[in-house]
């Protein structure tokens, strides 16, 4: 059960982020929604087929948002797993899409083909021996046996591994397996999500939060009470100070910054995506918390026109 289980960024223009993410991409709208916080602002969330924890990746976009700035305290880069015969095809699909990408790395012994969304997200496809046995979700953009197989982990940019990584292991189910250069991999699983590297960077500018950078990384908790138990131990073995429990409908949730400055969540893996709509249109339709419901003309009244999501 542990891991990542959903990657949280700050888009600009709406239309053009849905686009990417399920056209170039081909992953699924799995939940047209709005930042409850927010509520005149989209909360697009991505992934597999059935919304499962590890493939999540979604995004507040905020049209008139100034770019952010990488650096310290922030998430360098967030990567997908794709099967490893896989990644000659992503290259050339980048290519016919104008998609920027940088040559070909190994990391860890894996090939990795880095790029950036129209936002300057920096993004990354792992090809992972094995991983075309996994499920892969096809509308048909991308063909399912070179689909995206959710996350493979995210990189931070931090000042110092040491108590971040102290978290990981001891909060989150992470162990350290790897050190590469100024990389330190620490891994949960072989399962998607399964993966964070600290890079350290000590002396860096510290980075800016804007468009095209992560707002939050969410690990995995099973139920409410693991939930619980992670934070207990977070205040009694860390000295972090989490927030009381927030209901996000689809699941629920804490925060806390951890101390290299990345916002930090933990979210139960349930109820999940089908609780108020059926799996085979999830994404379709507009779908808002039952204390905003009152005020769905006004809401859809001030969002951006984005129409349906191409139909699964």
């Known amino acids: 059960m542990s891991g990542i289980h959903h990657v949280t960024a700050i888009a600009g223009n709406a239309l053009r982020n849905l686009d990417f ?11 047209k929604t709005v930042n409850f916080d927010d509520p005149g ?3 697009f969330y991505y992934g597999d087929e059935a919304g499962r924890p590890g493939t999540i990746l979604t995004f507040f976009p905020w049209e008139h948002a100034a770019a952010g700035r990488g650096g310290v305290g922030q998430t360098h880069q967030t990567a997908f797993r794709v099967p490893a015969r896989s990644i000659g095809y992503w290259t050339h699909r980048f290519i016919e899409n104008g998609v920027t990408y ?4 190994k990391r860890f012994g894996e090939t990795v083909l880095a790029f950036t969304d129209p936002d300057g997200m920096s993004l990354a496809l792992v090809g992972v021996p094995g991983a075309e046995n996994e ?12 689909a995206i197989r959710g996350f493979h982990g995210v990189t931070l940019l931090l000042d110092s591994a040491a108590k971040t990584g102290a978290i990981l292991t001891d909060v989150f189910g992470f162990k350290e397996t790897g050190r ?3 990389t330190i991999r620490y891994q949960a699983s072989d399962a998607a999500g399964g993966i964070v590297d600290i890079y350290e960077a000590k002396g860096f500018l510290p980075g800016r939060l804007g468009r095209g950078s992560v707002h939050h990384i969410a690990f995995r908790a099973a139920d409410d009470v693991e939930e619980a138990e992670m934070a207990r131990k977070l205040v009694r073995d860390h000295g972090m100070h989490p927030t009381e429990q927030k209901d996000r409908n689809y699941f629920r949730s804490i925060y806390f910054r951890e101390p ?4 930090f969540e933990i979210a139960t893996d349930i109820p999940g995506f089908a609780v108020d ?9 507009l779908k808002l918390p039952a204390f905003l419901e009152p005020h769905r003309k006004e809401i859809e009244n001030v969002l ?5 999501a191409k139909a699964a």
């Open 180 to 182: 590469e250069g100024s």
């Open 41 to 43: 602002t989209y909360h």
């Open 260 to 263: 290299g400055g990345v916002l």
């Open 277 to 285: 709509e059926p799996l085979a249109s999830l994404g379709q339709e």
């Open 102 to 105: 940088e040559p070909l790395e």
């Open 304 to 308: 951006p026109a984005v129409g349906k």
């Open 21 to 31: 993410y399920t056209r170039t991409l081909g992953l699924r709208l799995v939940k």
């Open 135 to 146: 499920a892969g979700w096809s509308d048909g953009e991308v063909p399912a046996e070179h």
